[in-house]
């Protein structure tokens, strides 16, 4: 059974920092691309960031320069540190795990909000950021 456990959400004040972090278990890490989708009650859910296994990267412009995506593929986990954290950023934040063929397919698939091409998906974690 294939499980991605998220943690790390919370509470935290404009310009403040949490650190997410998405632990997958019961499938071949190193041949799935990983990363981040969030949803804001009402609204379709946004790709956030994604990492390959090569390392390649992934950001929706939203959080460029402000949010940084890493893997251990030894852990089988990847984390997601968020700086400068704005209201806006508000939502639930959901693991989501693509077995696709390449690093620009990831990338396609995260800039579209192609979440249902998604194979796997965790429970989701909330992130309240406060004005």
């Known amino acids: 059974e294939v499980q991605l456990v998220e943690s790390g959400g919370g509470l935290v004040q404009t310009g403040g920092s949490l650190r997410l972090s998405c632990a997958a278990s019961?499938?071949?890490?190193?041949?799935?691309?990983i990363g981040w989708f969030r949803r804001v009650p009402g609204k379709a859910r946004e790709g956030v960031s994604a990492v390959y296994s090569d390392g390649t990267t992934y950001y929706a412009d939203s959080v460029k320069g402000r949010f940084t995506i890493s893997r251990d593929n030894a852990k089988n986990t990847i984390y997601l540190q968020m700086n400068s954290l704005k209201p806006e950023d508000t939502a639930v934040y959901y693991c989501?795990?693509?077995?696709?063929?390449?690093?620009?397919?990831?990338?396609?698939?995260?800039?579209?909000?192609?979440?249902?091409?998604?194979?796997?998906w965790g429970q989701g974690t909330q992130v309240t950021v406060s004005s």
């Open positions: 989501a795990a693509d077995r696709i063929l390449g690093p620009q397919d990831m990338i396609a698939v995260w800039r579209s909000n192609s979440y249902g091409t998604i194979d796997y």
């Open positions: 019961g499938l071949t890490f190193e041949n799935y691309a």
